[in-house]
């Protein structure tokens, strides 16, 4: 790229302002960058000599003012510009809706914040006039929303996004799927000849062991270090939490009430589902396993969003197995984190007739040897279904969800005849192998996790409100100490921007 423009978004954890660095080294580009950190961290930007920014816009500059009436015909107008739905984004937010502890958003609120965030970022697209747009993985509406204004106005997308496999990544122009113009040499370099090859294949990059082993060496094992950040908010005399919406409705006795009630709830619900939860997989059963997802997360509310319910799918794939199954559903382990589910949600599922619940501590891949058909919203499970020749169906365009035995359903009332042909679904083999081979080609190594939680507990982005004070001279310390993984980063960015030259 010759003198290119490109923004760049920065939220969490350094990972694209570390890409920035290495990118302005390598290309004769111009960046912009939009900046998602809290007013701590705003002095570190504004004064910064690590990346050459044209420009840069904090989003927490963004005023809100509520005692103002959303402009409707502006919100229409942008919706016709851009050819995007604004509740549709706004939806993708666990702030604005059910899993909000600390402030109910009333309607107008919400128009008014996505109101102000379109002025913003359809200034930022007016003033940058970028060629190009770095992310990662979008996590909150405001981010999705500048992604949809960018492809809107045929800007080129790359989307940073994990690949359903531990520690991979891989850029493409929507963060689901690989582009058609995916790099496809047709060179076999790994094998999958059978169930065996894939089931090795899938063991090598097993996410369930990854994210197992990576809460034990970096989170459990920094018990002191986390809590120390904790208490140092609860300790801290300043009143005011953020001027960020997500942290509207929020003080430090509700945060200190929420957390004891959690405590409270996650002991409760560990001892009703240790007493009600099947801990074996029946040997004598045919049955279709159906893995809940955690919430929130970013999975449900933005690919899978008008499939989130997860009650409601449960009680359709009920309706809809062929007599002689039963529905297996899994508690996720993650959830326990937070808390676990009400009892009300495990008792509903309970009730319907040809269901069990499968205890969290089974590991998935007993289940899915033992199954007949994994049917999932959006996750991981699928591929691993595949993997074990399997068939699976899903309700989300995910990674692996072309492959031509995978079934993409996107009409509930098919469901029905969907789950009668996919339980006489094999594996091509051949198909996976090629798919395989095409995402080794296109993906990157990389320990997010281990990543996220180093910069995390090196500069006290953990507790209630994440965001803190960046010495310039850490920040260096820690990007160098990254440097061989962020180039290899950069270069498989590079390779995606030179494909528009």
């Not at 933005?302 to 799918?313: A, I, K």
């Not at 007739?353 to 994994?374: D, F, M, T, Y």
């Not at 310390?477 to 030259?501: A, G, R």
Request: hydrophobic share 35%; with cysteine; aromatic share 14%.
């Amino acid at each position: 790229m010759n003198d290119e423009r490109i923004l760049v978004y920065e939220h969490g954890w350094f990972l694209h302002f570390g890409i920035a660095k290495i990118l302005q080294s390598k290309l004769n580009c111009k960046l912009y960058g939009i900046i998602d950190f809290g007013d701590k961290s705003k002095k570190f930007f504004d004064n910064q000599k690590i990346v050459n920014f044209e420009k840069i816009w904090h989003y927490n500059n963004v005023k809100i003012d509520f005692k103002k009436k959303p402009d409707i015909e502006y919100l229409k107008s942008i919706e016709k510009k851009y050819k995007i739905n604004l509740w549709n984004t706004a939806y993708t937010d666990k702030n604005f809706y059910q899993y909000n502890e600390f402030h109910q958003f009333s309607t107008e609120e919400i128009l008014i914040i996505l109101e102000q965030e379109c002025k913003f970022f359809e200034k930022i697209l007016d003033e940058a006039k970028p060629k190009a747009f770095l992310t990662y993985h979008t996590q909150n509406h405001h981010q999705h929303l500048i992604f949809k204004m960018c492809k809107a106005k045929g800007i080129k997308m790359l989307m940073l996004s994990p690949a359903k496999l531990a520690k991979k990544f891989f850029i493409s122009e929507d963060g689901l799927l690989l582009d058609s113009d995916a790099d496809d040499n047709n060179e076999i370099k790994i094998k999958i000849e059978n169930k065996q090859d894939a089931i090795s294949y899938l063991e090598k990059w097993d996410t369930q062991s990854y994210i197992a082993k990576t809460k034990n060496t970096s989170f459990e094992s920094n018990i002191i270090s986390r809590y120390k950040y904790i208490l140092k908010y609860f300790l801290n005399k300043n009143k005011e939490i953020s001027n960020q919406y997500q942290y509207f409705g929020m003080s430090k006795t509700k945060v200190l009430k929420n957390k004891i009630k959690r405590s409270m709830q996650r002991k409760k619900m560990k001892t009703f589902i240790d007493n009600n939860f099947l801990k074996i997989v029946p040997s004598n059963n045919e049955f279709i396993y159906f893995p809940l997802h955690y919430e929130p997360e970013r999975v449900l509310l933005v690919s899978g969003q008008y499939f989130d319910n997860q009650l409601s799918m449960i009680s359709n794939i009920a309706k809809s197995i062929p007599i002689g199954y039963k529905l297996f559903v899994k508690e996720n382990p993650s959830q326990g984190t937070i808390g676990w589910r009400d009892e009300s949600f495990y008792k509903y599922i309970m009730s319907l007739p040809n269901v069990e619940l499968l205890h969290p501590s089974i590991k998935s891949k007993e289940i899915i040897s033992k199954c007949s058909l994994v049917v999932t919203i959006a996750g991981t499970t699928g591929f691993e279904a595949v993997c074990y020749n399997k068939p699976a169906i899903m309700f989300s365009d995910q990674i692996y969800s072309k492959l031509s035995f995978v079934v993409r359903l996107r009409e509930p009332e098919k469901l029905t005849e969907t789950i009668k042909t996919q339980l006489n679904r094999k594996t091509d083999f051949k198909e996976l192998e090629k798919f395989i081979n095409i995402l080794e080609n296109n993906s990157v190594v990389f320990a997010l996790d281990e990543f996220g939680a180093d910069f995390a507990y090196r500069f006290g982005f953990k507790g209630p409100v994440m965001e803190a004070e960046l010495p310039e001279q850490e920040i260096r310390k820690f990007l160098d100490k990254y440097d061989e993984l962020l180039t290899e980063i950069t270069e498989h960015h590079i390779k995606k921007l030179k494909l528009t030259n």
